[in-house]
């Protein structure tokens, strides 16, 4: 598709995860065709310029011609009065601000941490971040609660805490950057089911009878 003409972005501020969600979730259900979904933390969002002071922050990007994006801004903007008074970004703003997002820029990660990507269902975002955050990491929710981005200690403990977050809320992980010392003695994505894991092999064994395609990357 032709890249849109413009980019509006409304943002909640100061909700809590659930409530965010819950925000975000009634705009992507909405007939505004919302472009993107995501949670920032406080850390999070203070981390990114132009969000300013305040909290966290909720955030529902509408994408088009620019009179439609004013219009239809301004539209969910009203019919999500019960979250709050929602900001609008407009077009520059809008696009820097979900260009740090898609690249993670929210997270904050520091160069000796781990990093942990979450894959689950949006109403759980809330729950597997809290459980994250308990364990010593940080992160936020991209993909109206779907995607959990976390940073933590590079330890086998927190990986044990973040696989268990993923799991209790029916999601999958994986574990995206690590010290090799980490990497090289812990899974870096789910292992499988052993008939899964048998095929896996063969297809490995018959496409890269060498083993020369990414060796030790995903799997020892």
Same mark, same amino acid.
């Given at each position: ?7 509006? +972005? ?5 909700? &809590?995860? %659930? ?19 995501? @949670?920032?933390?406080?850390? *999070? ?6 969000? /300013?002071? /305040? ?5 529902? $990007? ?8 004013a219009y239809r801004t301004a !539209?969910? #903007?009203?019919?999500?009065?019960? @979250? ?10 809008? $696009?820097?601000?979900? #260009?740090?997002?898609? &690249? ?9 941490? =781990? ?12 729950? =597997?971040? =809290? ?7 940080h992160g936020f929710l991209d993909? /109206? ?11 086998? *403990? +927190? ?7 993923? +799991? ?20 870096? %994505? ?6 899964? =894991? ?5 297809? !490995?064994?018959?496409? &890269?009878?060498? /083993? ?5 990357? @995903? $799997?020892?």
């Amino acid at each position: 598709l032709p890249a849109p003409e413009a980019s509006g +972005t409304l943002l909640w501020r100061g909700l &809590d995860a %659930v409530r965010g969600v819950a925000a975000l979730s009634q705009a992507l259900g909405s007939p505004y065709g919302v472009s993107g979904a995501a @949670f920032l933390p406080a850390p *999070a969002a203070a981390l990114l310029p132009g969000l /300013g002071a /305040g909290g966290s922050v909720a955030l529902a $990007r509408i994408e088009d011609f620019a009179p439609s994006v004013a219009y239809r801004t301004a !539209k969910l #903007r009203d019919d999500m009065a019960a @979250f709050g008074a929602a900001d609008i970004l407009e077009d520059a703003p809008s $696009r820097a601000l979900w #260009r740090a997002v898609r &690249d993670a820029e929210p997270l904050g990660a520091e160069p000796d941490e =781990a990093v942990w990507r979450l894959s689950l269902r949006p109403s759980a975002g809330p729950a =597997a971040l =809290a459980a994250a955050e308990a364990a010593g990491c940080h992160g936020f929710l991209d993909w /109206g609660g779907g995607l959990v981005w976390l940073a933590g200690p590079a330890d086998a *403990a +927190t990986h044990a805490a973040v696989i268990a977050a993923a +799991t209790m809320t029916g999601g999958t992980w994986m574990l995206l950057r690590a010290p090799d010392a980490l990497r090289t003695t812990l899974d870096v %994505v789910p292992p499988e089911a052993p008939a899964l =894991a048998a095929i896996s092999r063969a297809v !490995k064994a018959a496409m &890269d009878p060498r /083993g020369i395609l990414n060796p030790g990357r @995903f $799997r020892a």
